[in-house]
């Protein structure tokens, strides 16, 4: 063998002695679900320090590790260090939300194209049917598919069959959740009706917990608004119809407000839901990204600023009274330990004349729905 021969295979050798290059996504098994579908766990990381960890049963976010001020890593995000917690306690931290987020109204009940649909209640005398009811989209286990990339992509889909939870038609629904190179967690939803209009109004149920999950309470974090207008709610929590300006409201969040000064409020809004759990109507035209809401920790200084192309985001403080729940590593939640923002199209629009109806939650074959929401991360 001659010296070039050699040199080559050297070369070669050296090649494939090389480790591969590294995966900014990859997969582990997580479990078992009740009908022996595989659960998995998926890793996603970006090119500046954001890892999220998400796994297909209900599309739920299970760690969000954001880069830090101190130059270190802190997990914003509520949940539990399993499968088997997420599955035992039909928690919906960090779920997607579907086919319906909120309160359906008249005891669940809709009339879509001249026909009333009454969907599964869990009693006969339940006022409402919440969050996709005995259907929801947060128990289902998703089959996805996993992108690798600079910018690292897990595209999860779901068929609900017509009657899911007394829902009518076929929805094929899609979320796309990205690391971008911006340290941004960019959630894309898309949903299409197959062969009759149906309805649907999509969010993400994660529970933000800018200071480090477990890590006390939000009361020092600091949180603005991108909105002029609030959808108040009646004693039950249901949509009134109304929209009203937060102009001379403890809502009025279009300035930075410590929230300690107003998880406490006497206002009745506040006050009847021990803390925040009211829909924002943002600024701008719906379907273009845009600002809707920033908050920021003092603490671990970091920021975390929201876009949208829904038409609203509801702030959820996570007021539990006295009730607590054990979560990762055994650390305790109590209230206002996070904060949820989720984007969606108005509550209840099915049931409220008075709510704008474009952008619609009736979905039907040839109009599907697109919206895009993204958590980007930064610290100060």
């Known amino acids: 063998m001659n010296i070039r021969s050699q040199i080559l295979v050297i070369a070669c050798a050296a090649g494939l002695a090389a480790p591969a290059q590294a995966q900014n996504i990859t997969r582990?098994?997580?479990?078992?679900?009740?009908?022996?579908?595989?659960?998995?766990?998926?890793?996603?990381k970006g090119a500046h320090g954001l890892e999220a960890r998400i796994t297909n049963f209900g599309g739920r976010i299970v760690n969000l590790y954001v880069p830090n001020r101190q130059g270190t890593k802190t997990d914003v995000q509520l949940g539990y260090d399993d499968f088997a917690s997420y599955f035992r306690k039909d928690s919906i931290y960090g779920a997607?939300?579907?086919?319906?987020?909120?309160?359906?109204?008249h005891g669940g009940s809709f009339t879509l194209d001249g026909k009333?649909?009454?969907?599964?209640k869990t009693a006969p005398d339940d006022k409402f049917v919440i969050h996709g009811g005995t259907a929801a989209f947060s128990n289902q286990i998703w089959s996805a598919k996993?992108?690798?990339?600079?910018?690292?992509?897990?595209?999860?889909?779901?068929?609900?069959?017509?009657?899911?939870?007394?829902?009518?038609?076929?929805l094929i629904t899609t979320v796309i959740y990205t690391v971008t190179k911006d340290d941004g967690l960019k959630i894309e939803y898309r949903?299409?009706?197959v062969d009759r209009p149906t309805i649907a109004n999509l969010t993400n149920h994660a529970y933000f917990a800018l200071q480090g999950e477990g890590n006390g309470d939000i009361s020092d974090?600091?949180?603005?608004?991108?909105?002029?207008?609030?959808?108040?709610?009646?004693?039950?929590?249901?949509?009134?119809?109304?929209?009203?300006?937060v102009d001379g409201t403890p809502l009025d969040f279009r300035k930075p407000v410590r929230l300690g000064d107003v998880l406490h409020s006497s206002f009745p809004q506040i006050a009847m839901r021990q803390g925040l759990d009211m829909n924002f109507v943002v600024n701008g035209k719906p379907g273009v990204l845009r600002p809707a809401a920033r908050m920021r920790d003092p603490g671990t200084g970091i920021?975390?600023?929201?876009?949208?192309?829904?038409p609203g985001i509801q702030l959820y403080s996570d007021g539990i009274g006295e009730r607590t729940n054990?979560?990762?590593?055994?650390?305790?939640?109590?209230?206002f330990y996070a904060m949820c923002l989720e984007t969606q199209n108005y509550l209840d629009q099915v049931n409220q004349p008075s709510f704008p109806a474009d952008p619609s939650t009736v979905i039907k074959p040839g109009k599907p729905l697109h919206e895009v929401t993204v958590f980007r991360f930064s610290h100060q």
């Open 28 to 44: 582990q098994d997580w479990g078992t679900g009740d009908k022996g579908e595989k659960v998995s766990l998926y890793t996603l």
């Open 326 to 335: 054990i979560g990762k590593g055994g650390k305790t939640y109590r209230s």
């Open 96 to 105: 997607i939300v579907g086919r319906y987020v909120g309160r359906i109204s």
């Open 191 to 193: 949903a299409r009706a």
């Open 221 to 245: 974090q600091s949180i603005q608004v991108f909105a002029d207008k609030y959808t108040p709610a009646d004693a039950g929590n249901l949509e009134t119809g109304e929209i009203l300006p």
């Open 303 to 310: 920021v975390m600023d929201v876009s949208t192309t829904q």
């Open 116 to 120: 009333t649909y009454q969907l599964n």
């Open 146 to 170: 996993a992108r690798d990339g600079e910018e690292p992509s897990l595209i999860l889909t779901l068929k609900s069959p017509d009657g899911d939870g007394g829902f009518p038609g076929v």
